[in-house]
């Protein structure tokens, strides 16, 4: 059962989705810790933000903010593909999960992967996937999942 | 360069977006060779079909016509997904790219792909990845993408 909005047992953790007012939460701050993530400006963030809401629960970014200190100290993302196969099923993508480093070992990975796959679940997906590097795989099988395929890249810049 | 609606040379064979009319063109037989897809009614793919067309640019499914026998014989779809790493970059996905058992070998999986990964890049994409089995990895070598991680799954039904 989805849970959108809940907090951590006695942590002052909140599982929510992602707001506007994030990005001064220390939320690009926390994609750093996953890959490039250049400074936008606010005008930038919000385009973005404003162009993923569009999508509704087609694309919904999950994250778990510290009450205590204000930051977003965990996050993951899930969007729904619409597919003809599979009586025109639909299937989730997940991408894009990190945890703060001075959060790790707390399961908040965890809490994120469960809110998205309970989401994808309620949407009504067949099935959910999402590409990880080979360390990551035991994380991910705790979580649930199976290896399945390999992941190829093509990059244009 | 993206070529949205070109002839094969000498062959016969239109690149072009999907359309409506497809499913009377062998569209779902076509995806029938891929995995499971079983028949839906005109009604259902109507839905899927409008569903997919609202997000214009950002979901694409690409087909090639055999204009002589007026069937579908090759398929492939991307999707634009918007993050907030890389500076508010996008990453173009590749999925179910087929190709009809009879037509195999013949070149129009490359054709496929190759516009699929030309729209990801004229759609300002810094990557297009998509997830394949360990068997073909050689084709989409050929078509100039690397392995890169795993793939994991998690099925609801």
């Given at each position: 059962?989805?849970?959108?909005?809940?907090?951590?047992?006695?942590?002052?953790?909140?599982?929510?989705?992602?707001?506007?007012?994030?990005?001064?939460?220390?939320?690009?701050?926390?994609?750093?810790?996953?890959?490039v993530c250049d400074s936008?400006?606010?005008?930038?963030?919000?385009?973005?933000?404003?162009?993923?809401?569009?999508?509704?629960?087609?694309?919904?970014?999950?994250?778990?903010?510290?009450?205590?200190?204000?930051?977003?100290?965990?996050?993951?993302?899930?969007?729904?593909?619409?597919?003809?196969?599979?009586?025109?099923?639909?299937?989730?993508?997940?991408?894009?999960?990190?945890?703060?480093?001075?959060?790790?070992?707390?399961?908040?990975g965890k809490k994120i992967?469960?809110?998205?796959?309970?989401?994808?679940?309620?949407?009504?997906?067949?099935?959910?996937?999402?590409?990880?590097?080979?360390?990551?795989?035991?994380?991910?099988?705790?979580?649930?999942?199976?290896?399945?395929?390999?992941?190829?890249?093509?990059?244009?810049?």
């Amino acid at each position: 059962m989805e849970n959108s909005n809940s907090l951590i047992e006695g942590n002052n953790l909140r599982v929510r989705k992602l707001e506007l007012s994030d990005k001064s939460k220390g939320f690009l701050e926390l994609l750093r810790q996953l890959t490039v993530c250049d400074s936008v400006s606010d005008k930038e963030f919000e385009d973005r933000f404003k162009e993923i809401s569009m999508y509704g629960d087609d694309h919904v970014i999950c994250v778990i903010e510290d009450e205590i200190s204000g930051k977003i100290i965990a996050s993951g993302s899930v969007f729904i593909e619409k597919k003809f196969i599979r009586k025109c099923g639909k299937v989730a993508h997940i991408e894009d999960v990190v945890v703060d480093a001075g959060s790790r070992g707390t399961q908040l990975g965890k809490k994120i992967v469960g809110f998205l796959a309970d989401h994808a679940r309620s949407m009504g997906c067949y099935k959910v996937i999402l590409d990880c590097s080979d360390e990551n795989k035991v994380f991910y099988e705790k979580c649930g999942f199976k290896k399945k395929e390999i992941q190829m890249v093509k990059y244009f810049v």
